[in-house]
C-alpha cells in the first residue's frame, strides 16, 4: 500500500474507535477526520468539502423539517391509536397492528424523526392499556429500519449513497429503486419481529406508574367529551381513561350532575366535561387523546394565529385575588389558560372563576412570542416553556398533509427532482403556517447534516489513496470460490458489521468505495454491489449502538444491551439471505 492509503487507515481505525466509544459527537469525528485526511496532503480541499454542495445533506435536512411540522400538528398520535385498535387489545394483536404501519411510514418519512415521533405516542397508550413498553419499543425500533430501505427518502442513509452515486458521474437512486429489494425484506422482517417479539423480548417495564409517585405537581385540568367522537358512547376503561400515567380522572360533571368518584364502567356522553389532576408533562398529554378536547376550547380557538407552545406561568402580586375572568386574561396576555396548581389545594371551581393566589402555577397555550414579551413583566414571577403538541396544532394536520402528499407524487413520478420537491415542501410547511421558521430552524439536526456532508470526505480519501482497491482485492482474493455473488455477500455482512460499531452513514461512506473497487475486480455491474452497501448500512439489528433508533429506545424501554441480539440475531439472518437472493435478481451481476 501507498502510504497515503496507511495514513487514510490510520485515521479510519481511530475513528472507528472514537465513534464506537462515543468519545465525542459523530459529526465532529467525521469532520475532523476528514480536516486530518485534507491537512495531510490525501485529499484536497475541493474532494474534502465536496459534501458541503451535494445535494444529499441538503435533501436530509428539509425532510427534517416536514417530518417535524408532522409532529407539531399531531398527525401521528392519533394514527397510532388508529393502529393499535381496541383498548382492550393484548400485546399478540396490536403489535402487527402498530409494526407494518410504522415500516410503511418509514418508507417516507425518516426513521430516526419517525421514531422520535412515535415513542411518545405509544408510551402514552401502553400506560393507558396496561401494556408493557419493553414489548413494543426495539420492534417500533426495527420496523423503522426496516421500512427504510424501501424508498430513497426512506433514510438518510439511503440519499448519502445516491449523493455519492452523483458524485462519482454515475446515476443517482431514483425514489422506488430500492423498492424490489427493500419491501420483501421489509415485509418478511417485520414478520419475524411479530412472530418472534414476544417470545425473545423480555418484559423490562413496569406496566402502570401511581399517580403522584414521583412527587410531582398536581394540575388540574377539565376536559370535554367532543360529540361524536371516539369516546363519546363509551366505557371510561374501554375509553382508556382508567390506568392513565401520571393523571387521575377524579369527576365528570354532566349538565347539573356531578359523578364522583368515576367507576370503570361509567358510559361517557358527549359534552360530559371530565375533571383531571395530574403533573404537567401529563396533563399537558391529555390534549393527544382523541375525543377529548379542552374545556377551554373556545378560549383556545379566539388566541391569534400562528404557532403556539405550552407554558407553565407563576402568578406574581399584580394578579393577585382577581379572577382570569376579571383579569381577562386571553385578551390582556394573548393566551389560553388550561389547568391551574395550587400547593396542597385541588381547584374545584370552573377556572375563569378561580380567585388567584400568590405561587399559583397556570398551564396556559401562547404564542412562541409570549415569554419573551412578559418575563420581566410584574404579573409573572416565573415563566417556563413545555413540551408538548399544542392543540391549535390539530388546526394544521390537513395543510400539512397535503402538502406530504404532494412531495410524494412530484417526487414518486419524477417529474421534480428529489432535491426541488424535498425543498419545496418545507418552503409550503412554513408558509402556510404549519411550522414557524423558528421551529423550521430547530427541526434541522445539524449533527446529522454536517456528519453526512462530512463523511463524502472520507470516501474521496479512500478511493484516491488506493485503500479502497486494496480492500477489494482483500475481498475478492479471500471469496475467490464463490466468485462475484461471494464477494457481494462480503461487501453486504462487512457493511453490516461496521454500521454496528459506527454510524450508518459513516459505514456506507467508507464502503462505498470498496464496493465500487470491488465489482470493478469482478467485472461485475456496480449496482448490486452500491446496492448491498445502502441495505447493509441500514439493517442494524444486534447492538443499541448500530442505529439511531435502537439508542433511542434502549433506555426508554428499560432495555439491556443483549437484548436487541435476542431478536436482531435472527432477524439478521433473514434479511442477509433475503438480500442475497434479490440483488442478484432484481440488479444483475
Request: proline letters at 5%; one cysteine or more; charged letters at 15%.
Amino acid at each position: 500500500m501507498t502510504l497515503e492509503a496507511w495514513l487514510t487507515l490510520a485515521v479510519i481505525a481511530v475513528l472507528v474507535v472514537t465513534l464506537a466509544r462515543e468519545l465525542v459527537p459523530a459529526s465532529v469525528a467525521v469532520l475532523a477526520a476528514t480536516v486530518v485526511l485534507m491537512v495531510s496532503g490525501v485529499i484536497g480541499p475541493d474532494a474534502a468539502f465536496q459534501g458541503f454542495s451535494n445535494e444529499a445533506p441538503i435533501i436530509v435536512a428539509a425532510l427534517l423539517v416536514l417530518a417535524r411540522a408532522a409532529d407539531i400538528t399531531g398527525i401521528v398520535g392519533p394514527a397510532l391509536e388508529w393502529f393499535l385498535g381496541p383498548a382492550q387489545a393484548g400485546h399478540r394483536w396490536a403489535l402487527p397492528r402498530l409494526v407494518f404501519p410504522i415500516a410503511g411510514l418509514s418508507a417516507f418519512l425518516n426513521n430516526t424523526t419517525l421514531v422520535a415521533m412515535t415513542v411518545p405516542a405509544v408510551l402514552d397508550a401502553c400506560r393507558r392499556r396496561g401494556l408493557s413498553a419493553s414489548r413494543f419499543l426495539i420492534p417500533i425500533s426495527f420496523a423503522a429500519v426496516l421500512g427504510g430501505v424501501m424508498t430513497t427518502i426512506g433514510t438518510s442513509t439511503n440519499l448519502t449513497v445516491s449523493g455519492l452515486l452523483r458524485q462519482s458521474g454515475m446515476k443517482p437512486l431514483d425514489l422506488f429503486e430500492l423498492t424490489p429489494v427493500g419491501l420483501p425484506i421489509a415485509l418478511a422482517g417485520c414478520t419475524v419481529v411479530v412472530l418472534l417479539a414476544g417470545r425473545l423480548l423480555p418484559d423490562r417495564s413496569p406496566v402502570v406508574a401511581d399517580v403522584g409517585a414521583d412527587g410531582g405537581r398536581s394540575f388540574t385540568v377539565s376536559m370535554r367529551v367532543r360529540a361524536n367522537g371516539p369516546i363519546d358512547g363509551r366505557r371510561v376503561d374501554q375509553a382508556g381513561l382508567r390506568h392513565l400515567q401520571g393523571v387521575f380522572l377524579v369527576e365528570v360533571a354532566r349538565g347539573d350532575r356531578f359523578i364522583a368518584p368515576v367507576a370503570p364502567d361509567e358510559v361517557l356522553q358527549a359534552d360530559d366535561v371530565l375533571t383531571f389532576v395530574g403533573r404537567v408533562d401529563d396533563v399537558v398529554d391529555l390534549h393527544r387523546i382523541r375525543g377529548l378536547v379542552s374545556a377551554e376550547a373556545r378560549q383556545i380557538d379566539q388566541l391569534a394565529g400562528g404557532a403556539h407552545a405550552f407554558y407553565e406561568v407563576v402568578i406574581g402580586g399584580e394578579l393577585v385575588n382577581a379572577t382570569l375572568q376579571e383579569i381577562g386574561f386571553r385578551g390582556r396576555f394573548g393566551a389560553a389558560v388550561l389547568a391551574i396548581h395550587r400547593a396542597g389545594q385541588r381547584i374545584d371551581a370552573k377556572l375563569g372563576e378561580v380567585r388567584l393566589r400568590l405561587g399559583d402555577t397556570l398551564l396556559v397555550l401562547a404564542d412562541t412570542g409570549f415569554r419573551e414579551r412578559y418575563r420581566d413583566r410584574r404579573d409573572f414571577l416565573l415563566i417556563a416553556p413545555l413540551h408538548g403538541i399544542p392543540p391549535t396544532g390539530a388546526r394544521r394536520a390537513k395543510r400539512v398533509l397535503v402538502i406530504g402528499a404532494a412531495f410524494l407524487v412530484a417526487a414518486g413520478s419524477g417529474l421534480v427532482p428529489i432535491l426541488n420537491a424535498a425543498l419545496l415542501a418545507a418552503l409550503a410547511v412554513v408558509a402556510s403556517g404549519a411550522l414557524s421558521i423558528r421551529q423550521a430552524r430547530d427541526a434541522v439536526d445539524l449533527n446529522i447534516v454536517v456528519l453526512i456532508a462530512a463523511a463524502f470526505g472520507l470516501g474521496a480519501a479512500v478511493e484516491t489513496s488506493g485503500l479502497g482497491d486494496v480492500l477489494a482485492d482483500l475481498i475478492v482474493g479471500v471469496m475467490m470460490p464463490l466468485g462475484a455473488i461471494g464477494a457481494l455477500a462480503a461487501v453486504l455482512v462487512a457493511t453490516m458489521l461496521l454500521t454496528e460499531l459506527v454510524s450508518n452513514n459513516a459505514a456506507a461512506v467508507l464502503l462505498f468505495p470498496v464496493a465500487v473497487a470491488t465489482a470493478a475486480a469482478t467485472g461485475s455491474d456496480v449496482r448490486p454491489f452500491v446496492i448491498a452497501v445502502t441495505m447493509g448500512a441500514s439493517l442494524s439489528f444486534l447492538t443499541p449502538i448500530g442505529y439511531q433508533t435502537n439508542l433511542m429506545v434502549y433506555a426508554l424501554g428499560g432495555y439491556r444491551f443483549g437484548d436487541f441480539a435476542r431478536l436482531g440475531a435472527p432477524l439478521n439472518l433473514v434479511v442477509v439471505t433475503l438480500a442475497l437472493i434479490l440483488i442478484p435478481l432484481v440488479f444483475p451481476l
